[in-house]
């Protein structure tokens, strides 16, 4: 069983930055890839950015490439989505899940929802312009 919480979201200006932290209990956090969602009124959760065990190997979506950076620290079981430059069409519920799937020790996890078995509550990210 895994546990997420995450943290960190708030009300930031267009161009502002905020990190986003996920807390993990259960001891097999640190044997999984990661990943963080979005969620908008209206729209489908969509895929953020991926990170192996490892950390070693992240995946981002195109629209906040260079913008966004994943991170992990396993020694915490916490997972980080750093986001910079930050634009009104980021505001949605951000969600961190863990994928249970294997495919190898660079394996960023799928850009599908549907593949992930546990998730946290989500947390709000408001962006005004």
């Known amino acids: 069983q895994v546990q997420l919480v995450e943290s960190g979201g708030g009300l930031v200006q267009a161009g502002g930055s905020l990190r986003l932290s996920c807390a993990a209990s259960g001891r097999i956090f640190s044997s999984h890839a990661m990943g963080w969602f979005r969620q908008a009124p209206g729209k489908e959760r969509e895929f953020v950015a991926g990170?192996?065990?490892?950390?070693?190997?992240?995946d981002y979506a195109d629209s906040v490439k260079g913008r966004f950076t994943i991170s992990r620290d396993n020694a915490q079981n916490t997972v980080y989505l750093q986001m910079n430059s930050l634009k009104p069409e980021d505001t949605a519920v951000y969600y961190c899940a863990a994928d249970l799937h294997y495919s190898g020790n660079y394996y960023t996890g799928s850009t599908s929802s549907s593949e992930y078995a546990y998730w946290g509550q989500g947390t709000q990210v408001t962006v005004s312009s």
């Open positions: 990170i192996n065990w490892s950390g070693s190997t992240t």
